[in-house]
């Protein structure tokens, strides 16, 4: 048996604005065991003094692709998927090394990556997969270029393995099904344009109703749900009207569809650091002009959406969304919602709200009695400085994933 037990610092609980003092936790076998404000006794224990450092949760991202490992998704034509893997496990660590224990890919990974870290093979963060993103012909999720008739082989490019093509309900039911059969979590499905993709307008409307309708059906008597890709705010209503559950980026939203979200109990996932990263750097790994002009759009409106959300009382998650060598910018979304939102509420996307959407709450996102031990021992005060997040985790001395240090430079 494993046990330890942290004291001496300050504690922070998502669902308060400001730190505690004096509190006590025990770990043992990998789950928070005990969180007291007075001495806790537990004699076989080893204690881990704090030394006035922030004891705090684990971070949750609920929009990665560590499949996504170019920020040019043509390039990934030409990647084996042995080298997908190796270079996604690479990424994985490093994100675990911000402090993100908790990954919800949104497409790409699989279950072979899954079970790889479950197994112990390599050092990464606890990962919802959704394998291979669902879209219409034309749609976000189709990367042939124009020239291409037909698809390649799936199981031989990462190009190909990140997504795939479904039209008509029987399709999509068909598409939802499989995914489910190999081992997805969520189901992602594509239903306006996008940014990397090079064939569909941004304002386009993806998947008629009775395709979003069925996907939502089967996922639901499966125990699943949907995740959609969506930027306007008719792609939005749609969405949510046919059950969608989280609706990813959203930056063209408007205030009735935030309302209608809010009603429906919708989650919005917004991923600033997307575009804020593909506008500084993303010409220099390829990205086209054609996908560079689309992400001035929905860069403008960014902060407007996270607006219009917050005011309408929609539940908004923690996202990054970067492609490949852009993965490094993960923790300036912290700095870029910070204009709109506090951080306490900034936290809360990253912790509770996110362990509501991967559907952990009480197990993730928060130090309670049951839940996995996920902790970060971080320099400062979060709530007064998201700074502390930057630098890869430099300012992060210690990480505990599921009860195990990952990172320990307390003493």
């Not at 997307?274 to 929905?298: F, P, Q």
């Not at 910018?329 to 204009?339: G, I, K, P, T, V």
């Amino acid at each position: 048996m494993s046990a330890f037990l942290f004291s001496g610092g300050l504690f922070l609980d998502p669902r308060r604005d400001e730190l505690v003092e004096g509190i006590e936790v025990l770990v043992e076998d990998g789950i928070v065991k005990e969180v007291s404000d007075r001495p806790i006794t537990a004699g076989g224990a080893e204690r881990v003094l704090l030394g006035g450092r922030t004891l705090m949760p684990g971070l949750i991202d609920a929009h990665i692709h560590i499949a996504f490992t170019e920020v040019n998704l043509a390039l990934l034509s030409d990647v084996p998927l042995t080298l997908l893997a190796a270079k996604g496990s690479v990424a994985m660590r490093s994100m675990l090394m911000r402090g993100f224990t908790t990954l919800r890919d949104t497409g790409g990974a699989d279950f072979g990556m899954k079970m790889a870290r479950d197994c112990g093979l390599f050092e990464g963060p606890r990962l919802f997969i959704s394998g291979q993103a669902i879209s219409q012909t034309g749609g976000h999720g189709d990367f042939r270029m124009r020239t291409e008739m037909r698809f390649g082989c799936p199981c031989c490019s990462g190009r190909a393995w990140t997504a795939r093509v479904a039209d008509g309900v029987p399709e999509v039911v068909q598409a939802v099904r499989d995914e489910l059969r190999k081992g997805a979590d969520q189901i992602k499905i594509m239903v306006s344009g996008g940014v990397a993709s090079q064939t569909d307008p941004l304002e386009s409307v993806q998947y008629r109703m009775d395709e979003i309708e069925a996907a939502v059906e089967e996922a639901t008597r499966w125990g699943s749900y949907v995740c959609a890709h969506a930027y306007t705010a008719e792609a939005v209503a749609r969405a949510v009207r046919g059950g969608v559950r989280t609706i990813e980026h959203g930056n063209l939203i408007d205030t009735p569809t935030a309302r209608l979200m809010a009603e429906r109990g919708a989650y919005l996932v917004p991923t600033l650091v997307a575009y804020d990263s593909l506008k500084k750097r993303g010409a220099d790994y390829g990205m086209t002009r054609y996908s560079l002009g689309k992400n001035e759009i929905v860069l403008d409106a960014g902060l407007r959406s996270l607006e219009i959300c917050r005011g309408a009382g929609v539940k908004i998650g923690f996202g990054s969304d970067l492609l490949g060598q852009l993965q490094n910018d993960q923790c300036n979304e912290f700095l870029l919602r910070s204009a709109v939102m506090s951080p306490a509420e900034i936290i809360r996307s990253a912790t509770i709200v996110n362990a509501e959407i991967v559907r952990r709450e009480g197990k993730l996102g928060e130090i309670v009695p049951g839940a996995e031990a996920d902790l970060l021992v971080v320099e400062g005060d979060p709530f007064r400085d998201l700074s502390v997040f930057l630098g890869d985790g430099a300012h992060i001395p210690a990480i505990m994933l599921e009860g195990r240090f990952v990172k320990n430079r307390l003493n």
